[in-house]
T-cell receptor
Framework: GENVEQHPSTLSVQEGDSAVIKCTYS??????FPWYKQELGKRPQLIID?????GEKKDQRIAVTLNKTAKHFSLHITETQPEDSAVYFC????????????FGAGTILRVKS | GAVVSQHPSRVICKSGTSVKIECRSL??????MFWYRQFPKKSLMLMAT?????????EQGVEKDKFLINHASLTLSTLTVTSAHPEDSSFYIC????????????FGPGTRLLVL
């Protein structure tokens, strides 16, 4: 089955700097890659997603890139703000697997002001 | 749009009792809902996939007689933790998929269960 690895486990950046979180997946048939932000005790919130027919997607300060050949995808947050501090999860799924999401272990992002 | 609610938000129960958790999609129909369990500082672990009108599909290692799932309508799925024990204490989260965006999952706010 699918295995998703996420790095780093923790990331501290200064306010205004960029943050990059990377994930690799094992199943080349996976075709959907969402990123979720979860604050302590709250629900995971979808912040951006990308499908396998696209290499990059951007939404204001957030971007995701996908390299299908290398089977990895990354989350980029620019101009970080203290409110970006949270746990970020990547995930992968494929239609043939019932669209079940396989999550990475998560990255704790701390933005220091 | 794409709002998912969950009830209750937290529950405390005694060992041996059963607890029912409801997951509702408020502004869309969801043919598929998922139930996850999350331990502190850990990732989400999929427990089961719930399809409207059919039996749930459980992940390996999840006891179907312990965690009863019912998907009675296109907007409601329930998880019942039967004969709860302290080790069942956890954060339970559901998610739902809108039919027009079948891959996307929107999550409920979670239910924190504490079994004494």
């Amino acid at each position: 089955g699918e295995n998703v690895e996420q790095h780093p486990s923790t990331l501290s950046v200064q306010e205004g700097d960029s943050a990059v979180i990377k994930c690799t997946y094992s199943d080349s048939a996976s075709n959907y890659f969402p990123w979720y932000k979860q604050e302590l005790g709250k629900r995971p919130q979808l912040i951006i997603d990308i499908r396998s027919n696209v290499g990059e997607k951007k939404d204001q300060r957030i971007a995701v890139t996908l390299n299908k050949t290398a089977k990895h995808f990354s989350l980029h947050i620019t101009e970080t703000q203290p409110e970006d501090s949270a746990v970020y999860f990547c995930a992968a799924s494929k239609r043939e697997y019932g669209n079940k999401l396989v999550f990475g272990a998560g990255t704790i992002l701390r933005v220091k002001s | 749009g794409a709002v998912v609610s969950q009830h209750p938000s937290r529950v405390i129960c005694k060992s041996g009792t059963s607890v029912k958790i409801e997951c509702r999609s408020l502004d869309f129909q969801a043919t598929t809902m998922f139930w996850y369990r999350q331990f502190p500082k850990k990732s989400l672990m999929l427990m089961a996939t719930s399809n409207e009108g059919s039996k749930a599909t459980y992940e390996q290692g999840v006891e179907k007689d312990k965690f009863l799932i019912n998907h009675a309508s296109l907007t409601l799925s329930t998880l019942t933790v039967t004969s709860a024990h302290p080790e069942d204490s956890s954060f339970y989260i559901c998610s739902a998929q809108p039919g027009l965006a079948p891959e996307t999952q929107y999550f409920g706010p979670g239910t924190r269960l504490l079994v004494l």
